[in-house]
């Protein structure tokens, strides 16, 4: 769930740079109409950024592929992907929310120091809950896995995989 996160991160910041770069290429003494233009621009490619619940089928799909699920199985993965669902649309309810916050917030108000260490607090919190609730299923899933499938599990559910969180040191970010 980590790298769905990280991967839409990572996906906002390119959509939304590479507008940006254009424009600078193209014009550096940029007039108010091409100043709107990009604005727009970097609007929209906000909008076209696809939403957690947009991927998680395929990743889905190549999970249960990869792992070779049986038919024995199945049942342990639809509660594990039911899950993994359930967070990629509250993923969307919390990315929609934070757009149309972003949008309605005049931009020279910051929020203070304590506003954003209780959001992180309210953040953390939702991420152990999840984490909880995505435990709770993949735990009978893996049970019922061979050890075959197990070892494939061990490499595509873990979040340190190819160094996630590799840069972030001692004092990783939820």
């Not at 009978?140 to 061979?146: F, I, K, Q, S, V």
């Not at 595509?156 to 004092?171: A, D, E, K, V, Y």
Request: no cysteine; aromatic share 4%.
């Amino acid at each position: 769930m980590n790298k769905s996160i990280l991967s839409t991160l990572i996906s906002v910041t390119l959509a939304a740079a590479a507008p940006l770069a254009v424009g600078q290429s193209a014009n550096p003494s940029a007039d108010g109409p091409q100043v709107r233009h990009h604005a727009q621009r970097h609007h929209e490619s906000q909008r076209a950024v696809r939403l957690p619940s947009e991927r998680i089928e395929a990743r889905l799909a190549y999970l249960k592929t990869a792992l070779k699920i049986t038919d024995a199985q199945q049942q342990q993965w639809d509660a594990f992907a039911d899950t993994l669902r359930k967070h990629a649309r509250e993923m969307d309810e919390r990315v929609q929310a934070r757009r149309s916050q972003m949008e309605q917030r005049p931009q020279e108000v910051q929020p203070t120091a304590i506003e954003r260490l209780e959001r992180r607090q309210a953040r953390l919190a939702a991420a152990s809950v999840r984490l909880s609730e995505t435990l709770a299923a993949a735990r009978p899933l893996y049970a019922a896995l061979t050890p075959e499938q197990q070892k494939v599990a061990d490499e595509l559910l873990s979040p340190w995989r190819h160094g996630t969180f590799r840069h972030r040191g001692m004092h990783g970010r939820a």
